[in-house]
């Protein structure tokens, strides 16, 4: 393998190393299922397309399409040379790789689950009766009959601290339309400090801003988000969110904001979470609770399908009436819908 990753190094595709090690992972994969506990020492049992290509029809869309892309490009170090001997396989494997790209393509555009999505999906109504359970039990233990804190914050312990912030991380992606994973990045402020911030800072950070009990709102800067956008974005929490985090902000605060800092959210040491740790505690929680690999990505799935219901099958109908006025769905919104 070392000999492969020198190839892919040197060749003209000027692969980043990160996509040399994605290449190179995915082609152990491979292997190790071909030649079990054989060293890899030739690209032979590449020679078997009809063999390969059974195998890889027993994978994920993901893992088909990853390890099949992998195979390509090591068949194919320069873009214009095939390995010497496999020009009739890679031929087949393009083919193939072009073939199930189509496919998958129209898939994605029907909105249709791929495999591993039907095999781990988890339904809206699922997830939210279960964090809504989850908020009923946290606020029977922290709040009484009139809605004020029952308990003293500064004597609660670590494990209460943990419990917390788990209702609250995922409050924060049920609760409010689900996003990525900025939320690691978040820093909580009081809003006279937040109104004295630079455009700096506030278009370059995400605040989860505090001004009362009930009233409080979290602002994504519009430079530290995937899609940027023209301003920054303000979204209030919901009163259930508001109790959660009124609690979760003081225990916070007492047990580790001294020493740590102002990050909202942290790891087992206390110290701010990545977004990288925050995918990793989202998909243990749900695997160990539903037994089902859930993403952030399959959470916003899961969410825009519940919530878009609806308008899918409004679209289905849009779809059928242009047809019959032999027209396209851009032509329909564009010239014909029109409102007050």
């Known amino acids: 393998m070392y000999k492969l990753q020198q190839e892919l190094s040197t060749s003209d595709r000027k692969l980043k190393e990160t ?43 993901s893992q088909k399409f990853n390890q ?24 087949i494997y393009r083919k193939y790789l072009s073939d199930f790209g189509k496919d998958l393509t129209k898939k994605r555009s029907e909105g249709i689950k791929t495999d591993k999505e039907k095999q781990n999906w988890l339904s809206w109504e699922i997830i939210l009766k279960h964090v809504n359970d989850l908020y009923d039990k946290f606020y029977k233990k922290y709040f009484n009959n009139e809605g004020k804190c029952k308990v ?58 505090h001004i ?24 209030k929490l919901t009163e259930k969110l508001n109790n959660i985090y009124s609690v979760f902000i003081n225990l916070n605060y007492f047990q580790r904001s001294i020493e740590y800092g102002n990050s909202l959210l942290f790891n087992s040491f206390k110290k701010q979470m990545s977004t990288t740790s925050l995918c990793i505690y989202l998909k243990k929680y749900f695997k160990t609770t539903f037994n089902k690999e859930i993403s952030v990505t399959m959470l916003r799935k899961s969410y825009h399908t519940f919530y878009s219901r609806d ?7 849009i779809k059928k009436r242009t047809i019959d006025m032999n027209h396209s769905i851009q032509i329909a919104l564009m010239h014909y819908c029109k409102t007050d």
């Open 152 to 209: 003293d914050l500064m004597n609660c312990t670590k494990k209460d601290l943990f419990e917390v912030q788990k209702v609250f991380i995922l409050a924060m992606y049920v609760f409010l339309p689900p996003r990525r994973l900025e939320l690691a990045k978040c820093k909580y402020i009081k809003i006279n400090e937040f109104n004295n911030l630079s455009d700096d800072d506030l278009d370059s950070n995400i605040y989860l801003v």
């Open 68 to 91: 099949l892309k992998a195979i390509c490009i090591v068949l194919n170090i320069n873009k214009d040379q095939a390995r010497k001997g496999y020009k009739k396989h890679l031929k």
């Open 311 to 317: 308008f899918i099958k409004e679209l289905d109908k």
């Open 212 to 235: 009362n009990r009930y009233s409080n709102f979290i602002s994504y800067g519009k430079l530290c988000i995937k899609n940027k956008t023209n301003s920054n974005l303000k979204i």
């Open 19 to 61: 996509t040399i090690c994605k290449y190179i992972c995915s082609f152990k994969k491979t292997t190790k299922y071909f030649l079990k506990e054989k060293q890899f020492q030739s690209y032979s049992f590449l020679q078997d397309t009809d063999k390969i290509i059974n195998y890889l029809d027993s994978l994920s869309d």
